[in-house]
């Protein structure tokens, strides 16, 4: 195993109960163990309603794990791994409460922001390319 990869939805809802918490903690220590680089992206069911709350991954960055890369925002990095580099193009769940806290953008109707979702998402696909 070159490196492990957390597409999204680490729990089933954003605010996960501590005994998940707990387990999914004690699984990535025992990846982390093994100096294998691992990503998590941000789902939608990490993610709270609410802008600016932490997501249920947030806890995992704070603890500045060596070998363990957050992703909550676009990003674009390249990760060392045994066979050589590789590049991970993050993109996290895009929630609506992100693009509201714009006043440009507050007054879209639900169908419009989607679309306007699915445009800067297309957009940000073609910018990592």
């Not at 605010?15 to 990535?28: G, H, I, S």
């Not at 909550?72 to 929630?95: D, E, M, N, V, Y």
């Amino acid at each position: 195993v070159d490196a492990v990869l957390f597409a999204g939805d680490l729990y089933r809802t954003p605010t996960p109960n501590p005994t998940w918490q707990r387990e999914f903690a004690v699984q990535l220590r025992r990846l982390q163990q093994t100096d294998i680089p691992i990503v998590l992206i941000v789902g939608n069911h990490d993610t709270p309603v609410a802008f600016g709350r932490a997501t249920s991954v947030d806890v995992f960055n704070a603890l500045d794990l060596t070998a363990t890369h957050v992703v909550r925002t676009p990003r674009l990095f390249t990760l060392t791994t045994k066979s050589g580099p590789l590049q991970i193009a993050g993109l996290p769940w895009p929630t609506r409460h992100y693009l509201r806290a714009d006043d440009t953008y507050k007054q879209l109707s639900q169908e419009d922001m989607l679309r306007q979702i699915s445009r800067l998402c297309a957009r940000q696909i073609r910018d990592f390319a």
